[in-house]
């Protein structure tokens, strides 16, 4: 399984931001798929995840504001954020899992994409 992040860039306090993660090879083996993030000097954190029956779940720091959605079609999973802070800069991931166990660790990673929240 090959993921491909992208659309990380710079964006104003309280703007928004969408990022894709493109799936590709043997997708069939995945049944979650995750957001996470690391911030300069942190270490990396869970932003949030989906599902094969599409229940979403989310760290509470982003509840309310990011949204993770999926386009099956074009095997990409999306994680949409809103109301942008300077502390969600960092490189956001995303990763996916053979496991259907919420908690169980992710097999696949994708390269990681900039964000950055700055006036």
């Known amino acids: 399984v090959q993921l491909q992040a992208s659309g990380g860039g710079l964006v104003q306090p309280g703007g928004s931001l969408r990022l894709s993660c493109a799936a590709s090879g043997s997708i069939f083996s995945i049944n979650a798929m995750g957001w996470f993030r690391q911030a300069p000097g942190k270490e990396r954190e869970f932003v949030g995840g989906i599902v094969r029956s599409g229940v979403t779940y989310y760290t509470d720091s982003v509840k309310g504001r990011f949204t993770i959605s999926r386009d099956n079609a074009k095997n990409t999973v999306y994680l949409q954020m809103n109301s942008l802070k300077p502390e969600d800069t960092a490189v956001y991931y995303c990763?996916?899992?053979?496991?259907?166990?919420?908690?169980?660790?992710?097999?696949?990673w994708g390269q990681g994409t900039q964000v950055t929240v700055s006036s």
């Open positions: 990763a996916a899992r053979k496991s259907s166990v919420v908690g169980e660790p992710y097999d696949y």
